[in-house]
């Protein structure tokens, strides 16, 4: 009997667990309209205030003028040339930093020895500004590809690194046991036990990066590169042309947005026990 | 009238080396090195456990029981004296074991959880799926596979451990208290679930509580230790025939005599254990 309660109980959990919908929510909550069109209503006050003069369209020009130059600029294909760019930067950087700040940082959570030697180093280099040591990176890495990719990489390395030490170093110790009893080997325990339940938290370390890289893949192309959105933006201002400025801004802005999606939707899949809890 | 015989088991003679012994321990000692000095948890420990024994060990809490079953597991060392454990002879593991509290990955499926034993030991999917699907049916929980621990309820996520436990096939079953934090209705059913199954395959088990109830209802054998340090207080063969059923067997007047007389070695230790507590306390 009361186990039938709490089978019914459980698929419960279960409808609510896999029932939920951002559209749901905001419907429910009847502010839907107004989350939709303050943003719209701002835009349409600033429109109107930059074709009456109320504000000098030198620095603010009018968003149907920026809408335009952004419609120029995917016509002749030079948006798509930068954006493809950054992108490149950003994967790659990606790749470069997050994948070995993943591996290191689980294997420092598993090993207190590792742990003692690696830790002072991060924490002597995590203070230190990364776009500080952009000038050292160009110096490094000279003025092409590999310069933007490690200024990402290494932007992104810490914020995922630190999460996932913490991450494991949560992990009950109950799990650890359970692993070696049931005879994992080391392999498997890094596996099945330290990924997976660290998850949570580099998922966190991850949303944290991609921000950060973003920040620093601009900076990069504003500094020492001939393609990519900072560049555009970089160029756009050499050249005055403030509304090429604000597409640039509107399409990070939008990427960022974009980014945080996708990083949602990944959390849900690859954490599906703590994302719908 | 019940006999009661106590150290039934205890101290055998060494020379004896039968093959029906599963686990023997001489002189087994624990002693945890802290700053305060050497802590004591287990203290000389020698008793056999015969091969198909379910042997169950009851005593206060902070007795060392949980030490002596982690290192039985072999997830601890113990200090002094030896311990040998016959091994199963082909390719099983020697041990699984059932833990105290919440001990299921949280990120992995009912099923997955079930099946992690065999994943490690490499079994092939068809025999992972035959077995997994066996025992997941005997526990009742076939419809739930693929659920997450948080979904279940506490008497469900225990189950799922039994199963992930016998899935392994071990040749020696550990439970650590294993349903100390489920309510008194589904304790039952599970100590039942738990007598089934384990009619099925007859194996050695070491089983650790803190109710004499369990003890008496489950068990073969039962040692009780005493509070700190973990010693040898007594150990006492139950009498009752196999199969049982739980509550026809709590029904009967021999049950009631013979759990009075254990409570009467526990009792000395219980209050022992909260004297010492509140001496230190003090």
């Known amino acids: ?277 | 009238m019940t006999t009661l015989a106590p150290n039934a088991g205890g101290a055998p003679a060494d020379s004896a080396a039968s093959p029906d012994i599963k686990i023997r321990l001489r002189n087994l000692s624990k002693i945890f090195e802290t700053k305060k000095g050497p802590f004591v948890a287990i203290d000389s420990l020698t008793f056999d456990i015969p091969k198909g024994c379910f042997f169950m060990i009851v005593g206060p809490s902070g007795c060392g029981k949980t030490t002596l079953l982690r290192i039985l597991a072999g997830l601890e060392n113990h200090t002094h004296g030896t311990m040998e454990i016959t091994p199963p002879g082909d390719n099983r593991p020697s041990n699984s074991m059932i833990f105290q509290g919440d001990s299921l990955f949280p990120w992995m499926t009912v099923w997955d959880n079930a099946a992690y034993g065999l994943v490690m030991r490499n079994k092939s999917r068809g025999e992972i799926n035959d077995i997994v699907g066996h025992y997941l049916q005997r526990t009742g929980l076939s419809k739930f596979k693929d659920y997450y621990p948080h979904q279940l309820s506490g008497g469900m996520r225990q189950r799922v451990s039994i199963s992930r436990a016998f899935a392994t096939d071990p040749d020696i079953l550990l439970m650590d208290e294993p349903f100390s934090a489920l309510d008194e209705q589904n304790k039952l059913l599970l100590q039942e679930e738990l007598l089934r199954i384990w009619d099925e395959t007859k194996k050695t088990v070491m089983f650790i509580t803190h109710s004499v109830d369990e003890a008496v209802t489950l068990g073969d054998r039962i040692m009780v230790m005493t509070a700190h340090p973990g010693r040898d207080k007594a150990t006492i063969d139950v009498p009752f025939e196999r199969p049982r059923k739980v509550l026809e067997l709590r029904a009967r007047p021999e049950y009631g005599e013979f759990v009075y007389n254990i409570w009467k070695y526990l009792r000395e230790e219980v209050d022992r254990a909260r004297a010492l507590d509140e001496g230190s306390a003090s």
């Open chain 1, 1 to 277: 009997m009361t186990d039938a309660i709490q089978q019914s109980k459980a698929i419960e959990g279960k409808g609510r667990a896999t029932g939920f919908s951002l559209a749901a929510y905001l419907k429910n909550s009847g502010e839907r309209w107004m989350n939709i069109l303050s943003p719209f209503a701002l835009l349409l006050i600033w429109e109107i205030a930059a074709r009456l003069g109320y504000i000098d369209t030198r620095f603010f020009p009018a968003p149907s003028k920026i809408f335009e130059t952004m419609w120029t600029l995917i016509l002749s294909g030079e948006l798509f040339i930068h954006l493809k760019a950054s992108m490149y930067r950003l994967f790659w950087g990606f790749m470069w930093g997050g994948i070995p700040a993943l591996l290191l940082g689980i294997s420092m959570g598993l090993s207190r020895t590792l742990r003692v030697i690696v830790e002072p180093i991060v924490s002597a280099t995590y203070p230190i500004p990364k776009s500080a040591i952009l000038p050292l990176i160009l110096l490094i890495f000279g003025l092409g590809e590999a310069s933007k990719i490690v200024m990402v990489a290494v932007g992104l390395f810490y914020p995922i690194l630190i999460n996932t030490v913490a991450g494991v170093l949560e992990i009950p110790k109950i799990h650890f046991d359970v692993a070696q009893n049931f005879g994992a080997k080391k392999l498997n325990v890094f596996r099945t036990v330290a990924l997976p339940g660290a998850m949570p938290l580099i998922m966190t370390g991850v949303k944290l990066g991609v921000g950060l890289g973003l920040i620093l893949i601009s900076l990069a192309e504003m500094i020492g590169a001939k393609s990519g959105l900072g560049y555009m933006m970089w160029n756009a201002w050499e050249i005055l042309s403030v509304e090429t400025m604000y597409v640039g801004l509107i399409v990070i802005a939008f990427l960022g947005v974009i980014f945080n999606l996708i990083l949602n939707e990944l959390e849900r899949m690859l954490v599906p026990w703590k994302t719908n809890r």
